[in-house]
């Protein structure tokens, strides 16, 4: 399984982005996707995960201004970043894993690469 992030850039403050992760490979035992991200000098946090059902989570600090999706046909998970903060700029990963709880320890079987936010006040 591989998984590919893209879409980080920089942006000033209050606009938006839109991260995307294509999942490529043996994905049929692939049921839940999430963003994490890493900040300078900070430890990577879980960002929003979703199960293939559709539940979402999100951390406290970006609910409400992040969303994330997921297209099935394409098999790409996205994260919607909207009213961004300097404080959001970080190293975004994206993740998947068979077993949700995997995600919500930071314990992802499969991650990929990360694309780097750079808010600007």
């Known amino acids: 399984v591989q998984l590919q992030a893209c879409g980080g850039g920089l942006v000033q403050a209050g606009g938006s982005l839109r991260l995307s992760c294509a999942v490529s490979?043996?994905?049929?035992?692939?049921?839940?996707g999430a963003w994490y991200r890493q900040g300078p000098g900070k430890q990577r946090e879980l960002v929003a995960s979703?199960?293939?059902?559709?539940?979402?989570n999100y951390a406290d600090s970006v609910k409400g201004r992040f969303t994330i999706s997921r297209d099935n046909a394409k098999n790409t998970v996205y994260l919607q970043m909207s009213s961004l903060k300097p404080e959001d700029t970080a190293l975004y990963y994206c993740?998947?894993?068979?077993?949700?709880?995997?995600?919500?320890?930071?314990?992802?079987?499969?991650w990929g690469q990360g694309t780097l936010v750079t808010v600007s006040s």
């Open positions: 993740a998947a894993d068979q077993e949700f709880h995997r995600l919500m320890v930071l314990a992802p079987e499969y």
């Open positions: 979703i199960i293939r059902g559709g539940n979402f």
């Open positions: 490979g043996s994905i049929f035992d692939i049921n839940n």
